[in-house]
């Protein structure tokens, strides 16, 4: 079973950057799908970045398109979510996720425990 733990989150200003590392300390990942989603209070969770594990192609909606980097390191069985010019808005629990979809939630089998950023204005 894959056990996804995210770390990096924290209290940030306005146009800042932050990086969130999700370590796998399970069995590999290999193959699944990686994502990032982030859950504001109320809302839905929503994908902000996913990669496949073969062949690297990443997803990224346009609320962060730009902004925000994924990659993956499989040696390390660790993938990153790299934010830059991070908005208000950008508020959210960050949850790491590995599965077989791209965009949605309930194609996600594996989930991490969350980690919030805070974007002040």
């Known amino acids: 079973q894959v056990h996804l733990v995210e770390s990096g989150g924290g209290l940030v200003q306005a146009g800042d950057s932050l990086r969130l590392t999700c370590t796998n300390s399970g069995r590999t990942f290999s193959g699944y799908t990686l994502a990032w989603f982030r859950q504001a209070p109320g809302k839905e969770r929503d994908v902000v970045a996913a990669?496949?594990?073969?062949?690297?192609?990443?997803y990224y909606p346009n609320s962060v398109k730009g902004r925000f980097t994924i990659s993956v390191d499989n040696a390390k069985e660790t993938v990153y979510l790299q934010m830059n010019n991070l908005k208000p808005e950008d508020t959210a629990v960050y949850y790491c996720?590995?599965?077989?979809?791209?965009?949605?939630?309930?194609?996600?089998?594996?989930w991490g425990q969350g980690t919030q950023v805070t974007v002040s204005s």
């Open positions: 996720a590995a599965g077989a979809g791209i965009k949605t939630a309930s194609d996600y089998i594996y």
């Open positions: 990669i496949y594990t073969s062949g690297g192609n990443t």
